[in-house]
T-cell receptor, first 113, second 116 residues
Framework: GESVGLHLPTLSVQEGDNSIINCAYS??????FIWYKQESGKGPQFIID?????DKRQGQRVTVLLNKTVKHLSLQIAATQPGDSAVYFC????????????FGKGTTLSVSS | DGGITQSPKYLFRKEGQNVTLSCEQN?????MYWYRQDPGQGLRLIYY???????QKGDIAEGYSVSREKKESFPLTVTSAQKNPTAFYLC???????????????FGSGTQLSVL
């Protein structure tokens, strides 16, 4: 698999590799975090979310890791497939604040066969 | 089939013209949002509404207006005051109510607005 440092705009991997997409969030008071996948010309689709009382959460082929000490969030995709090619966004919010999600700039994942 | 419907998918605006983007949801969500997305960029918040007849400005509200007369509908008007309106506009909704917990956003398929 391939890992990247704090936010890179693009990530290229081979089919079957594990992908790691990183995100640095801005507000230390944020307690809700979420990852979205956006395919070209479409709206973002929910992948997985995590609250600040957890440091890891797993879904189907995806894992989100949260490190509150350094305000860092990562999305791990196992056995990456060509259908995973898209732009991935992280977003943060403060629950109970009545505000809206704040999105990062996104990472474009390209998967080659 | 529940979801969020945005229309039209493509919209062209002449200089000095106001245009309105439609967003309808049948998810029974209280909160609705409008985001703007420029090429290669993240999503920036224009307006959001936590409840009917109430809405708040986001980070880039200038040149836009909204209304929330019905729970299901949250139309966005791009006014002539918005000098650079070309972008992909995304509407979203969530179950969040007032100052309650924030749930995940469900997005529509977007409207691409271009200037003639």
């Amino acid at each position: 698999g391939e890992s990247v440092g704090l936010h890179l705009p693009t990530l290229s991997v081979q089919e079957g590799d594990n992908s790691i997409i990183n995100c640095a969030y801005s507000n230390s008071a944020s307690d809700y975090f979420i990852w979205y996948k956006q395919e070209s010309g479409k709206g973002p689709q929910f992948i997985i979310d995590i609250r600040s009382n957890m440091d890891k959460r797993q879904g189907q082929r995806v894992t989100v890791l949260l490190n509150k000490t350094v305000k860092h969030l990562s999305l791990q995709i196992a056995a990456t497939q060509p259908g995973d090619s898209a732009v991935y966004f992280c977003a943060e919010n403060i629950s109970q604040a009545g505000t809206a999600l704040i999105f990062g700039k996104g990472t474009t994942l390209s998967v080659s066969s | 089939d529940g979801g969020i419907t945005q229309s039209p998918k493509y919209l062209f605006r002449k200089e000095g013209q106001n245009v309105t983007l439609s967003c309808e949801q049948n998810l029974n969500h209280d909160a609705m949002y409008w985001y703007r997305q420029d090429p290669g960029q993240g999503l920036r918040l224009i307006y959001y509404s936590q409840i009917v007849n109430d809405f708040q400005k986001g980070d880039i509200a200038e040149g836009y207006s909204v209304s929330r007369e019905k729970k299901e509908s949250f139309p966005l008007t791009v006014t002539s005051a918005q000098k650079n309106p070309t972008a992909f506009y995304l509407c979203a909704s969530s179950t969040g109510t007032g100052k309650g917990t924030n749930e995940k956003l469900f997005f529509g398929s977007g409207t691409q607005l271009s200037v003639l």
